[in-house]
Every structure is written in structure tokens, then in C-alpha cells.
């Protein structure tokens, strides 16, 4: 026997400005089914709780209905005062009286009614509610953070010193990502290598990190709490355990010259090699592309020479599987290269460098030793442009957005060079000057003001060579318009950053949005920007969109937090408003036939196989069903079944029929 | 032998008379067979789209439709201007309905958009797949600067027809002949365009920064695609030497004489003699193959080393 | 991205003209000054493309009377550098090659485009006449109405010598269908501008 009680809420002047309550309440009470109406200022306040709170022990109630503001707004609320008040929550649905009726319409007898009929359509509907119970899941509290850069690094630090496992996993051989390319980090002009190794350190040496590198995530299944990971480790053809880092075999490597893809293709190495002396793990790897003995079969110098017998010629990649709760996507970036510059000669001049190569000139371990030099004949410029934008706020490239860090290290390489080349003329050809962060402004007046820089505002239209000078073809709009022209000796594009290689295919791995430049997509942009909207995947730093380094480490933080918190507790619980399949006593079982239409329909991946067995073993049906660790209860399966095998709990069939039929 | 049809335009009947002449001379040579649009009309160059634009799009939408009438699928237009022109205005009335309906009232002709303007880098790189390597007899081996102006080109959206920055299809067509194309700063600068007549000085400015750097990196001939190009490099040279102080006689010819020499064919069936600046190619030493730039010799004096081309 | 010109107070300035007419959005214009760069004759403009482009932006009329009464739109030379290499991609020739005509239409230009523009109709006035371009015509045609009596008088007679000018033009067939075309283009032409 249904024993409903229903709250009339006026929310001040809002719901009783045009509906009339009282005689709302006074209808309503004469509904089947409803034992109880009232009608009230404000449902949301205490007094309005405890009139729900009362009512329930007094008068018996097998359901509250509160016609108010949206659910969106209150249905926590209210469910709470039932749950305290002995009731199940989810015994307790809103009449939305508000956006749906009494901020729509003007004041008259037909709103009035229009209230009365939402409530007495959700009285059919409540009248047939089941109570529900929260659905636990478990929790395996290991986290796995995809990306070893700063970001990668900073989010491992924060999920081990909360007392979690980490599993880091790096593509490349060492960690440290781009911010151990460069040379001195904005605004502070601190050595990078110098402030970033002692946390590279720190992830070796942490004992809750447990670190791949040279490995790649192979795939990923599961769910929030209990993701299943196959990771693959590639074969360095190196012994970790009996390398000592003594360094025998780089130095007596027959292959020397292969470009380096630290150095960005300035400097060279060897085919086996460590990317750069701070590596971490300090272990060599060997290039099988461009090593003789993987090409040819001979020499082997290395492993004739190496100590302690390390070199593994036949190591083959291994696949490690791994249980994880939660993973932090920190994948980085990577930059456009001057080959994408039509008018700037489709990379064909060699002094016309990115900003990420002079990143490696500038810096003191870098392939010049920090002196600035062209790369076509070594000789230090006297006059060098520097190009901001370059790629960026440009539709006709088909990159819109700005990159954001590019006016801070542009700036940066001017003073650089100015720095080290008192005598050398530095332009810096720009559109706006994107300067806000700490210390960000004054930093950029430094250069303008102390170390003279030229700041023209205006495009460069083209470059080409001429006597072994660049000439810069510009513009300055600040000065009429009119064109400028510079021969340069050396050209820095600040060129776009951009989604690293593989992010897409990573991204549709792990089932996490991406957008159309294949940056990952953050849960809500502004309140959200930290998670995705797969659920216990989370981001940190430039593989969201272009970011410096101050905001990727906070990001990195937000993420780790977020894996604290999911880790809180060894159970997780979640809403019970999702989809049940069909089961019944045998010989029936189930009426789901298993066509599987509602597991490809899915969004959520939360549809599964599952066996019916006899006693035997034998399988006797297989049917669908729903993963309640995934599913978020969106329906779209229970529109597609076709035999209505699937319901969604707490808006099943039976209760949205009595609804719209008593409508 | 392929069909195409042809669109001359005006130039090629009056001062770009041995473009015409060139092509007709070396197009049975390479497969191709002209058919010539009949009674076909000026395209409005840039006059019309200067001072009206219906008249713009309508001239050109002419002369498509009269291409659609003889069922030619491709039109060879050998003037980049034209070219351009008819690119330009086929892209604008098949993409804007109720101006194509405009034209096509104006013109008394429906115009479908069946007929493809092509221009002469693109009719040679067809062809020369059909072996114009093997029909070389006199291997054009001089160093030439590839001139493709402004028109060839852009805009690229529309045109869609190699890179607009540093293009290589006259480079490679000319490679295919035995030359050697330079890498040069000015391959898509404008020479000038159509002030030759109205502001001379323009064209003396633009154009001589095209020979200077033509000639300063060791160009023997430039080589065009262009009528309004070759006017403004070659009938405009006195000028030009005039306004920047120099000697420059290098010659300008246009690709198909280029194609024709090295096919063997007599230089007056190609006009060449029809040039202000002589075109004299200077005799390759047999050991470095290099010879000094055409560069501060007078016009009229022949020193020794150099000789008429045979 | 679509754009359209409902926030725009002014209906009768140059921006919503040019917009109306060639349906190229000048707001999209940044100001990089790319085109400008690229220009080769920006040196020799009274107002370097970016700077018209500016201008109209404002919507200010005195801005867009000077923009009309330029040198620069009559200067250049359509060679499509600015629009091949524009970020926003702005189509600049095409916005050119309208004002060239409402500044004709206004009464509004550039002495020192003279010349240009008597070339230009000289040009125009042989091909309605005969259908195909008549040199010696459009040099005569253009002396007569410059008063350049003298010029490219050492040029011409070895062009005659090489073959390279017809004494007598080419006149097509159908001379009436391109009458008409003038004539019927004119029309729509001055039509368009008689609805702003």
C-alpha cells in the first residue's frame, strides 16, 4: 500500500510568484496513494527537512516526492533527510515545479494545474519504486602514470609520498621528458637539468615507484578501481641488473654518428647509447636500426668490451601485467618542425632552427657546449630573428590556438643570446606578447629594457637565403605598416606545440576523448580540468593543451590528489541507477537472447558476456551483462534491446510508463 | 596523341607570338593535339576584374562554355593570366549558384564546369610521361633559372597546382631535358604584372630584382610560362637595365622553346629570333661545363666564346 | 567558423559593404602585418595592405573615405602573395578588386592612379569593340586619353619589326554576343551598386 508524502515547495517568491501552492497541496492530497501534502516556504532549509523528516516517522511514508527546483539542485538534499529519517533515498524523487513550470510560464490557473499534473505523474511513478542499495566496488590502490616527464614525475611523487604503489611507465629510455632538453626554465632562469634531476632521482630511488622506461602501455581494459594493464617493455638489449653505467661501450662504439634525437638532430651518438649523461635510469640502450650487429651481424664491440657481460644481443621485449586503480595521463608534447614552413623554405636551411634546437645550443651540455652556433658552419651570429607564432593563431594552417608558452621562451632565447654575445643584434618578431604569469611581465620588460631586444610586431612573410645571410622579409605594424627587412644569420621559430606523436592511439587505448588536435579532453574545462570523462582517468600537463612548466607540476598535484583520493578507501561506492539484465529462474534463465546489440551501443564499455552453466560446466546460454563498476545508468542499451531484457534501475519500464500514462 | 583543347588568348596572336608558334611546333612532338576553341574571346585579363566584376566572370564563363559546347574536357591556356582567370571564375560560378545563373543569363550560354582549364607545366607533365626523355637530341644543358611568376601558383587553394612557396614542376620538366634548374630566391616574386604600359618603373624595379638574382646565382637563360612575364623581362630590358644601372643581357625563353630546341627543332619554327634579348647561350667548355654568367656585356657586341644557339 | 554581421551597428559602412559584396570578413583581420611583409610594392603604398585593412575595421567614415581615395588599391598588382600566406586567410585581392570599384563608383580616386585606370579602360573599350585585345589600339586608345604621347616610342617600331604587333586587330565572329555581355554586365554591375 503506497503511502507517499508530498512537500509543496515555494521556494520564496520563485514557484509561489505564479503557482498557486496551497491549492496544489490541497489536490494533490486527494491523489491514491498519497497520505500526506503539504506545501512550504523553503523545502531546502532545516525546518523544511525536518517537516520531511517528521512526516516520515509519523505518518508511515513509503515515499517523499518534493515538488521543487530541479534535482540538479537538491535531490542530495532530500535524499539525505530520508536516509536520516530511516527511509531509502532512493524512495525519493523531485517534481521539478520550477524551471519545468513555475519560471516558464505566467501566473494562471493552467500553471497551477501543470503542477498538479507533474506531481501526479511522478506519484504513479514513485508509487512504483523499489528501494536501492550503493553498489561497492573495490579499489586495487596502484596507480600507473603513462609519461615520465616533469608532469609524469611530479603526479608519481605525490601518489608514493601518499603511501601508494606507482607504476611509471616512459617511452623514451630516460625520464625527464623536454624539460631536460633545456637549457634555463622562465622566469627565474634556473638550470633545468639542475632543479629537474633531483626529482628524476627521486623517482628512481622512491621505494613505492616502481619505474619502465624504454616501455610503452600495450593495452588497457577494465575499469575505475581495477584496471587491468599489459605494459611492454623494449628489448635495450641491455642487462639492467648488471650494467654498472660504466659508459665502455658508448665510448667504443663503431657507429658514431647517428643524429641525436636529444640534441633534436644537432649533435650525434652512437648506436648504443645513453641519451644524456643525467639519465635516469643510467643505463644504455642499443639502437637496432642503425647497429651493425643487428644489420650486419659483426662487430659487437660492446659486448667484447663490457665488464661485467651486460650486452644481450638476443633480449626480447617482455609484456608485464599490471593491476591498477587509477592512471594519470602526462604524455607531454611535441613541436611543429621548420619543414612545415613553405615560406620560411620547407626546412631546406639549416639556420633556421625551432626553438627546441636552440634550446640544446644554449644549453651547457648541449652539442656546442652553450655557445651559440649556426649549424650550417659553426660560426657564432651576429644578428639573429627570432619568430614568435610560428605555426600558431594561424587558421591557414590549421592550427588556431595559441601556445602559450612561446612568448616566455622566445624572450628567453633572446636574452640568452644576448647574454652570451653582448655585440650580436637579436629581433624578436611577434603579434601580442603573452605574459601572464608570476613574474612572467617583468621578465619579458628585461628583455626589452636590459638586454635590448628588438621587439617588432609583425608577421614575417618569407625567408630565403642569400650569400650565406637569411633575409627576413617582416613587417612592423607599429610603424605604419610599412615592411622591414633583416639579413639574419640565424632564424629561431618558435613553432606550435603539439599533441605527441601516438596520442591519439593512446588516447582510443584507454577510451579518453580527445579533440580535434588530438589533445586530451579535460571532464569540464573550467571546474573539471584535471579529470576525463572516463572515470579514473586523469591528466597532468601538455598532453591536455600547451602549458609551462609552473602549471603542469600543479596539474601533476590536482591529478595526484584526485588518485589519493580515489585511493582513500579499499571500496569505492557508486549510484545504483544502472542498467540490470534480465534473469529469472531456470529453465528461462534470462529472456535476453544475446544479440549483444546494447554491448556495442554501450559508450561505457560496460557490457559483458556472461556464461549460464549447467552443473556440469556445460554452457547453456550466454547472455548480456552489465559491468556495475562502468555503467553510468545513460539507458541507451534499454532503448535498443529488443526484447526488453534490459532495465535501468530506478526508471525502469514499469515506472516510466506510469508516469507518461498518467500524464 | 591526346586531344586538348586550346585557348590561346590575345597575347599569343600579337607579342607573345612565339609561345604560340613554339607550341604549335613542338606539340605533335610530344602527343598532344590542339583543338582550337572557336571564335573565342579576351578574358578580360585584369582590366575586367579591376573595374567589374560580372564582366569578369562573365568573359571567362564564355569561353568555358564554349569549350563544354565542342565536348572538350580539358582546355590547354597557355598565358598564366588566363589561366588564372578562367581557374578563377569556373571556381567562383560552380560554387556560387545564383551568380552562375547571373552569368549564364548574361552570357546566353550555360556553363556546367565540365571543361578543366589546364596550363602548360601541367599539359608537359602529362606528355613527357609518354617519353619525351627519349626523344632528347640535343640535351638542353645549360643552367637555367625556372621563372613561374604569380599566376602559375596562387592562390593555391584554388588553383591547387604544386607548391605555392619554391615549386618544382617546371624545374623537373626542364631536368627532364638535360637542364640544370638553380635554387633561387624569386621564383613566384611578380615581375610586375600589368603596369608594363602605365607605371613602367614598377615592372623595371620588380623585374630587375628577378634577373639580378636570376643572373647573381648563375642563371645562362630563365626559363617562362608567362607572356606578361617574358614582356616584362625581355621587351622591357632597357628599362630595367636603364632604372637599376645595369647590364643584364641574359635571355628569357619560354619553356616550350626550351622543349623545342632540345626536340631538335629549327630556332626560327620556335620565334626565337623574335626576342629583344638575343638568346644566346654560351658554348660549354667540355671540361667544368661552366662558362660565366650573361651578365655586364653590352647588348650589341658578340665576344668571342659565345655563338648564336644552334 | 561562420560569421555574420548582425552585431554591426553601421549598414553603410565599407566593412558591411565588402562583406555584402564579397563576403570576406575584414574582423578576422589580426593585424600580423604578413601581407604587408610579403607585398612587393607595400613600400610604395600610401596605406600598406594590413593598414587598409585596419582602417576598415573601424567603421569610422572619414577612415574608410581615405581607404577609397588610396593609392594602395589601385597599386596592387593582384599577384595573391598576401592571401596565399594570410593566417586568417583573407581573401585581399578579392576585397581589393571591390573597392577598386566603389571608389570609381564614389567619385573617389587617387590622381595618382590615372594612368592605371585609363590603361585599364582602354583595355576594355578594344576587346568590347573587337572581342580579342588589339595592341596597337590599346596603346593608341591609352596615349590619347594620357597624353603620353612619346612613350614606349623606341620600342615599338622593332615589335613591329619582329612580328610582335598587328597592324590590324583580330576581330571574332560574334562581335554582337560580346557587346552584349559589356552591356549587360554594366547594367547588373551599376544595379549592384545603385541598391547600397
Known amino acids: ?663 | 596523341m591526346i586531344t586538348i583543347g586550346y585557348f590561346p588568348g590575345c597575347s599569343l596572336l600579337g607579342t607573345a607570338r612565339e609561345y604560340d608558334e613554339s607550341l604549335r611546333a613542338i606539340a605533335p612532338k610530344i602527343g598532344i593535339e590542339l583543338v582550337e576553341i572557336p571564335d573565342w574571346n579576351c578574358c578580360g585579363a585584369t582590366a575586367a576584374h579591376s573595374l567589374n566584376h560580372t564582366l569578369a566572370t562573365a568573359l571567362p564563363a564564355r569561353i568555358l562554355a564554349l569549350a563544354e559546347k565542342e565536348n572538350l574536357e580539358e582546355i590547354l591556356v597557355p598565358c598564366a593570366a588566363c589561366y588564372n582567370r578562367l581557374v578563377m571564375a569556373q571556381h567562383e560560378l560552380m560554387s556560387n549558384e545564383p551568380l552562375c545563373k547571373k552569368v549564364s543569363d548574361i552570357i546566353e550560354l550555360d556553363v556546367k564546369g565540365t571543361a578543366r582549364p589546364i596550363n602548360i607545366l601541367e599539359a608537359l607533365m602529362k606528355t613527357s610521361s609518354n617519353g619525351l626523355a627519349q626523344n632528347i637530341s640535343k640535351p638542353f644543358n645549360y643552367t637555367v633559372a625556372c621563372y613561374y611568376g604569380c599566376l602559375l601558383v596562387r592562390p593555391p587553394k584554388v588553383l591547387q597546382f604544386d607548391r605555392a612557396e619554391d615549386p618544382q614542376i617546371m624545374d623537373e620538366v626542364m631536368k627532364k631535358i638535360g637542364a640544370v634548374p638553380i635554387d633561387w630566391a624569386y621564383k613566384t616574386e611578380c615581375c610586375g604584372a600589368g603596369f608594363s604600359v602605365s607605371k613602367t618603373d614598377i615592372v623595371s624595379k620588380l623585374s630587375g630584382k628577378i634577373i639580378k638574382d636570376a643572373v647573381t646565382r648563375g642563371a645562362e637563360t630563365i626559363i617562362v610560362a608567362c607572356p606578361m612575364c617574358h614582356s616584362n623581362l625581355d621587351m622591357r630590358r632597357k628599362d630595367i637595365n636603364q632604372y637599376n644601372d645595369s647590364r643584364y643581357i641574359i635571355p628569357v625563353m619560354y619553356i616550350t622553346q626550351a622543349i623545342g630546341l632540345a626536340l631538335g627543332i629549327d630556332k626560327k619554327k620556335l620565334g626565337l629570333h623574335r626576342h629583344i634579348i638575343p638568346v644566346t647561350l654560351p658554348v660549354k667548355e667540355k671540361t667544368t661545363g661552366k662558362t660565366q654568367p650573361a651578365l655586364a656585356v653590352s647588348e650589341r657586341s658578340a665576344s668571342g666564346g659565345k655563338t648564336e644557339v644552334e | 567558423m561562420s560569421y555574420s554581421l548582425h552585431h554591426s551597428t553601421e549598414s553603410n559602412s565599407l566593412l558591411y559593404k565588402v562583406f555584402e559584396n564579397t563576403g570576406e570578413t575584414v574582423y578576422k583581420c589580426y593585424q600580423c602585418g604578413k601581407c604587408s611583409a610579403g607585398c612587393p610594392l607595400s613600400g610604395d603604398m600610401d596605406y600598406a595592405p594590413s593598414s587598409v585593412l585596419r582602417m576598415i575595421q573601424l567603421e569610422i567614415p572619414e577612415l574608410d573615405s581615405k581607404v577609397l581615395s588610396s593609392y594602395s588599391i589601385w597599386l596592387c598588382l593582384t599577384c595573391e602573395t598576401c592571401v596565399t600566406r594570410c593566417p586568417q586567410e583573407v581573401d585581399l585581392p578579392k576585397i581589393i578588386d571591390y573597392l577598386r570599384s566603389e571608389s570609381i563608383e564614389h567619385k573617389k580616386v587617387n590622381p595618382a592612379a590615372k594612368d592605371i585606370i585609363a590603361f585599364h579602360k582602354t583595355f576594355l573599350d578594344s576587346i568590347r569593340t573587337t572581342g580579342r585585345l588589339y595592341e596597337v589600339g590599346l596603346i593608341a586608345g591609352y596615349k590619347f586619353r594620357t597624353f603620353h604621347l612619346l612613350q614606349d616610342v623606341s620600342v615599338a617600331p622593332k615589335m613591329f619589326l619582329l612580328g610582335k604587333l598587328n597592324p590590324l586587330p583580330h576581330i571574332i565572329k560574334n562581335r554582337s554576343a560580346i557587346e552584349k555581355i559589356f552591356r549587360k554586365s554594366n547594367r547588373a554591375h551599376a544595379g549592384k551598386e545603385a541598391e547600397q
Open chain 1, 1 to 663: 500500500m503506497s503511502r507517499i508524502g508530498v512537500f509543496i515547495c515555494h521556494c520564496g517568491e520563485n514557484i509561489a510568484g505564479t503557482v498557486d501552492c496551497a491549492k496544489v497541496a490541497e489536490v494533490v492530497s486527494h491523489l491514491s496513494g498519497v497520505a500526506h501534502s503539504v506545501d512550504y516556504k523553503y523545502m531546502c532549509s532545516d525546518p523544511g527537512q525536518n517537516l520531511i523528516k517528521e512526516a516520515i516517522k509519523e505518518k508511515n511514508l513509503s515515499g517523499v516526492i518534493v515538488a521543487a527546483c530541479s534535482p540538479r539542485m537538491h535531490e542530495p538534499t532530500f535524499r539525505r533527510a530520508c536516509a536520516e529519517a530511516g527511509l531509502n533515498p532512493f524512495l525519493c524523487e523531485m517534481a521539478n515545479i520550477r524551471e519545468h513550470c513555475s519560471w516558464v510560464h505566467e501566473k494562471s490557473d493552467g500553471t497551477t494545474q501543470k503542477a498538479i499534473d507533474l506531481i501526479r505523474m511522478l506519484v504513479s511513478k514513485v508509487r512504483k519504486n523499489k528501494p536501492l542499495y550503493p553498489i561497492k566496488v573495490p579499489v586495487q590502490r596502484t596507480a600507473l602514470v603513462i609519461g615520465g616527464g616533469i608532469g609524469g614525475i611530479q603526479a608519481s611523487l605525490d601518489i608514493a609520498n601518499a603511501g601508494h604503489k606507482v607504476i611509471l611507465v616512459e617511452r623514451d629510455p630516460s625520464i625527464g621528458g623536454h624539460m631536460s632538453q633545456l637549457s634555463e626554465t622562465f622566469p627565474t632562469l634556473d638550470c633545468s637539468q639542475c632543479i629537474l634531476t633531483p626529482r628524476m632521482v627521486e623517482v628512481a630511488q622512491h621505494p613505492n615507484i616502481t619505474l619502465y622506461t624504454y616501455s610503452e602501455v600495450e593495452s588497457v581494459s577494465g575499469f575505475i578501481g581495477n584496471f587491468k594493464v599489459k605494459i611492454r617493455k623494449k628489448a635495450r638489449c641491455v642487462d639492467e641488473k648488471l650494467c654498472n653505467g660504466c659508459g665502455v661501450c658508448i665510448q667504443k662504439c663503431t657507429v658514431k654518428k647517428i643524429p641525436s634525437e636529444f640534441d633534436e638532430g644537432l649533435g650525434l651518438r652512437p648506436a648504443i647509447y645513453v641519451p644524456f649523461p643525467q639519465a635516469v635510469p643510467n643505463k644504455p640502450v642499443i639502437d637496432k636500426k642503425n647497429c651493425t650487429y643487428f644489420i650486419r651481424g659483426k662487430c659487437a664491440a660492446c659486448e667484447k668490451l663490457c665488464p661485467t657481460k651486460a650486452i644481450r644481443f638476443d633480449q626480447q621485449d617482455e609484456i608485464i601485467e599490471a593491476d591498477v586503480g587509477g592512471i594519470v595521463l602526462a604524455t607531454g608534447f611535441t613541436i611543429l618542425n621548420t619543414d612545415f614552413f613553405p615560406e620560411y623554405g620547407y626546412g631546406k636551411y639549416k639556420d633556421i632552427i625551432t626553438g627546441l634546437q636552440y634550446e640544446r645550443l644554449a644549453s651547457a651540455s648541449g652539442p656546442t657546449l652553450g655557445v651559440i652556433k649556426r649549424p650550417s658552419d659553426g660560426k657564432i651570429p651576429e644578428t639573429v630573428v627570432f619568430i614568435a607564432c610560428a605555426g600558431s593563431r594561424d587558421s591557414a594552417k590549421g592550427i588556431e590556438y595559441c601556445s602559450k608558452i612561446c612568448c616566455m621562451y622566445t624572450a628567453k632565447h633572446a636574452m640568452l643570446y644576448k647574454h652570451k654575445f653582448h655585440e650580436g643584434k637579436a629581433y624578436v618578431f611577434y603579434m601580442d606578447i603573452r605574459a601572464g604569469g608570476k613574474m612572467y611581465e617583468e621578465f619579458v620588460r628585461r628583455a626589452i629594457e636590459e638586454d635590448h631586444v628588438k621587439y617588432i610586431r609583425g608577421r614575417v612573410s618569407k625567408i630565403y637565403e642569400e650569400d650565406g645571410k637569411l633575409i627576413v622579409k617582416g613587417a612592423d605594424t607599429l610603424l605604419n605598416h610599412q615592411p622591414i627587412e633583416i639579413k639574419a644569420d640565424m632564424v629561431v621559430l618558435a613553432t606550435a606545440s603539439i599533441a605527441n606523436q601516438g596520442a591519439e592511439e593512446l588516447a582510443q587505448k584507454l577510451h579518453v576523448s580527445y579533440d580535434s588536435y588530438h589533445f586530451f579532453a579535460e571532464a569540464h574545462p573550467k571546474l573539471r580540468p584535471v579529470e576525463t570523462n572516463t572515470a579514473g582517468i586523469f591528466l597532468a600537463g601538455a598532453c591536455q593543451a600547451p602549458k609551462d612548466i609552473p602549471d603542469t607540476v600543479a596539474q601533476a598535484s590536482g591529478a595526484g590528489s584526485k588518485i589519493a583520493a580515489l585511493f582513500s578507501a579499499t571500496e569505492m561506492t557508486r549510484e545504483p541507477v544502472i542498467a540490470v539484465v534480465h534473469r529469472t529462474a531456470p529453465p528461462i534463465f534470462s529472456t535476453c537472447v544475446g544479440c549483444f546489440l546494447c554491448q556495442s551501443a554501450c559508450p561505457f564499455q560496460a557490457i559483458e558476456r556472461e556464461e549460464i552453466k549447467a552443473r556440469d560446466g556445460k554452457v547453456l546460454k550466454v547472455v548480456a551483462k552489465v559491468n556495475d563498476g562502468l555503467c553510468q545508468g545513460c539507458g541507451t542499451c534499454v532503448a535498443l534491446c529488443r526484447s526488453k531484457s534490459i532495465d535501468l534501475q530506478g526508471f525502469t519500464h514499469e515506472q516510466m510508463y506510469a508516469q507518461i500514462m498518467a500524464s
